[in-house]
């Protein structure tokens, strides 16, 4: 789900919380140094997310932000700012030649650059993360 997060909305952030929970406070983010991640260059993106990169041959950034149950994807267009919100039961992250993150029938590829080596520790996390909410949900085998 892609949300208009130009503006601060009410509504808007009690669907983000209901999906992916709330934020971490800053004694927990500060236990965890740092939910969020640095800028970096989105190089390309599924076809139903043209329309929130930049048209031209301008450069498009996003950010990440943890969440206890999912993911904040934070793309900037210009002067608008949109949050693709991914559960972690949705998500899925390759790695080729930089990082892509797949969910709900949507990609967005980050380039691999100098920002993106130095988010490999915030990607490390993702990756915990994602793993220990998955294993309350295992299954015990016959």
């Given at each position: 789900m892609i949300l208009d997060t130009t503006y601060s909305n009410k509504s808007n952030d009690q669907l983000?919380?209901?999906?992916?929970?709330?934020?971490?406070?800053?004694?927990?983010?500060?236990?965890?140094?740092?939910?969020?991640?640095?800028?970096?260059?989105?190089?390309?993106?599924s076809p139903n997310f043209k329309n929130y990169l930049n048209a031209t041959e301008d450069v498009t950034y996003a950010n990440l932000e943890l969440r206890p149950?999912?993911?904040?994807?934070?793309?900037?267009?210009g002067?608008?700012?949109?949050?693709?919100?991914?559960?972690?039961?949705h998500l899925v992250i390759y790695k080729t030649n930089g990082s892509s993150i797949h969910?709900?029938?949507?990609?967005?590829?980050?380039?691999?650059?100098?920002?993106f080596k130095e988010n490999k520790s915030f990607f490390?996390?993702?990756l915990s993360s994602?793993?220990?909410?998955?294993?309350?949900?295992?299954?015990?085998?016959?």
């Open positions: 983000i919380n209901d999906l992916v929970g709330k934020s971490y406070s800053f004694l927990e983010s500060f236990k965890m140094k740092g939910v969020g991640s640095k800028r970096m260059i989105i190089d390309d993106a149950n999912g993911l904040l994807v934070r793309i900037n267009k002067l608008k700012n949109y949050t693709w919100v991914v559960p972690f039961y969910a709900q029938g949507k990609f967005i590829h980050f380039k691999n650059n100098i920002t490390d996390k993702l994602k793993v220990t909410f998955e294993k309350q949900y295992e299954f015990i085998g016959i």
